[in-house]
């Protein structure tokens, strides 16, 4: 009796698969011609200090929308791209675009920072950072405004990892890595990275407050972050309940829905801005108490 079913479940398996590596292919093939035709651009996503609530930064999205005016998300692009070599181009019109978009307020505003996601291969071959030196040159932007996002993916061989996030904070970076939590992440095996801060994964922010099995985990990560004297910068906040948590336990920075979502350039100069009018008095005081 069940032996329909399992064939039926069997021939839906193979059609699933099938389907998914077709999809791949097209994927593939559109983002050759998507990088040739420039068809990316970037959003901006601010980054608050939770103390103080001004707006320190952003982090770089990028962003695929194809002529026909759909767009694809960077989860299913930035994969496929890494595994076809694709991603060198694309890392680099990253950063072009970045420093294009930014470089005013960079220049303008000493205290303030772009993140930049790197990719597997970027943090492995160290080739990015080259490009990202060479590109900074004669912008004015210091390098210590770019502050770089790596996921522990991308520590396929750890030695190389740990050799070009070394290169990458002596040329003045700020090395974070990225979804903390989500990986293999062993405080043993952090403690012999480069690193200067930790970006909790929002997972672990979407737990805290509720009854699942992940809520002391989240705690846990913030104690080993400071264990480590690196900092935090909290993914994803959405809500201030996740927010007060956060600034009960002194987790320095937070992203997240709350604050903003990813906004385009101008936008987020403009929200900088206005931030830093709100909440600069906020943090002038807290400086000179009196
Ligand atoms: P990520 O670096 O961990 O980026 C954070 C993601 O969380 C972004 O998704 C952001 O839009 C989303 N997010 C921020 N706040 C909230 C919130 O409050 N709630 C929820 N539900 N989501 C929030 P996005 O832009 O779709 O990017 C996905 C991933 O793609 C990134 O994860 C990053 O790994 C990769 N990516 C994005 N841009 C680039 C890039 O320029 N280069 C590379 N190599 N990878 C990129
Ligand atoms: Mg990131
Ligand atoms: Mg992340
Ligand atoms: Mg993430």
Redesign the pocket.
């Known amino acids: 009796q069940l032996l329909p079913l399992g064939v039926a479940g069997a021939a839906f398996g193979v059609f699933g698969v099938w389907w998914l590596s077709r999809r791949r292919m097209t994927l593939r093939s559109e983002l050759t011609s998507a990088v040739r035709r420039g068809e990316f651009s970037?959003?901006y996503?601010p980054i608050i200090e939770l103390d103080t609530g001004i707006c320190v930064g952003a982090?770089?999205?990028?962003r695929w929308s194809r002529p026909d005016g759909t767009s694809v998300?960077?989860?299913l692009f930035?994969p496929v791209a890494e595994e076809t070599g694709l991603?060198n181009a694309?890392?680099d019109h990253?950063i072009d675009q970045v420093i294009q978009d930014m470089r005013e307020l960079l220049v303008r505003d000493r205290s303030a920072h772009i993140a930049?996601?790197?990719?597997a291969g970027?943090v492995g071959s160290g080739r990015a950072l080259k490009v990202l030196s060479a590109k900074l040159q004669g912008t004015g932007i210091h390098p210590q405004q770019i502050w770089l996002?790596a996921?522990e993916r991308g520590f396929i061989d750890i030695q190389g990892a740990r050799t070009s996030l070394a290169a990458a904070r002596r040329a003045g970076h700020c090395v974070a890595i990225?979804?903390f939590g989500v990986g293999y992440s062993s405080l043993q095996y952090l403690q012999t990275l480069p690193l200067d801060a930790l970006?909790i994964?929002?997972s672990f922010i979407e737990a805290i407050g509720t009854h699942s099995a992940t809520s002391p985990v989240t705690s846990h990560i913030i104690d080993m972050a400071k264990t480590l004297g690196l900092f935090t910068v909290a993914?994803?906040?959405?809500t201030s309940a996740q927010l007060a948590y956060l600034q009960a336990r002194q987790v320095e920075f937070g992203?997240?829905?709350?604050f903003s979502?990813?906004l385009p350039a101008e936008e987020f100069i403009r929200y900088h801005e206005q931030r830093l009018k709100q909440y600069g008095k906020a943090k002038e005081n807290m400086q000179n108490p009196n």
């Open positions: 970037m959003q996503q982090e770089s999205l990028v998300r960077p989860d930035i991603i694309l890392t990253v930049i996601n790197l990719s970027d996002e996921t990225d979804d970006k994964d929002k993914e994803g906040v959405e992203q997240g829905w709350l979502k990813p």
